[in-house]
């Protein structure tokens, strides 16, 4: 099936798409429309640091300083970007897919730290990061200024400063809740909102222990791009072109009959010329 994208609802919300024919919706009309033949697709990123001290405990001497043989840091994946370091280190997270009430975002990624290993083996060193911490594809659910944000996790518990535990995981847990500074509606062509994370009890738990309930992650930001895509209705079936030549079709037959009415009109002179002439008497 065709499909169009109509972009910037709002926007455009006065013309019509010529090429088409199929009309941009309002916003009024954007409510209605989505769920029939329409469904709004969202795009974009959230900028979210997860927490702008932890990078930069992660990425200077504490974590990963003189003390370690193998360093570890931090590494992004499957579509994440980065900028910066340490305390201006940033992470732009690519949107996935939308749902009611639901944003998901793509991408990963991992910090490693305080690397226990010593010896000379250097295969030996990827498996023991005391700190080992991974967050990937996270999830903003959210309902008017309140939203959640769950993320899938991997992370070394934190036992002490010697022990290279095992991990702690989860999928779509938790980890913190948001207060966003307007909603968010994806039934307009762009929203950009900002929010204030708190991590929540399972949240600390992921960081090792370290923060205090209640203690602020980073902000995150989220700038969302919705489009309204539509099935366009099937093309009805275009009908046989006449073709004359062929004397397959339509345009055979009119040739026929056009013949045959030429035959006739010759036959009309012919048959007029013998009467006048008094070679054969008129009926
Ligand atoms: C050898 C093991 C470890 C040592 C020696 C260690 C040491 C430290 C120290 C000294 C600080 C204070 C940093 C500061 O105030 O600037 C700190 C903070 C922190 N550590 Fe570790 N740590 C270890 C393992 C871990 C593990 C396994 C985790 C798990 C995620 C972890 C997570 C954190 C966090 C979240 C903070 C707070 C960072 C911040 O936002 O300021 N640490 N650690």
Redesign the pocket.
Known sequence: MNRTVSRAVVLLASTAVATTGLAVLSTATHAAEVGENCHVVTTGTADWAM?T??NS?LEGP??NGALYKYKGGIEVRDGVETSGERATRQFTWPVSGSNDGEINFGGGVHWTG?NHYTGDDASQAPDNF??D?DISNPTIEFNGTQATLLVDYK??E?VD?TTVAGFLSGTQAELATITLDEAIDLTTPSVTVIGETVPTAAGVDV??G??PAGDALAPITLNLTNEVVCDEPQEPETPETPDATTGSSEGGILGIVGILAALGGIGAVVYNYLVSAGIIAAY
């Open positions: 927490r001290s932890f405990y504490i974590a305080h005391i700190l911490l992370s070394r934190f400063t960081m090792g370290f923060y």
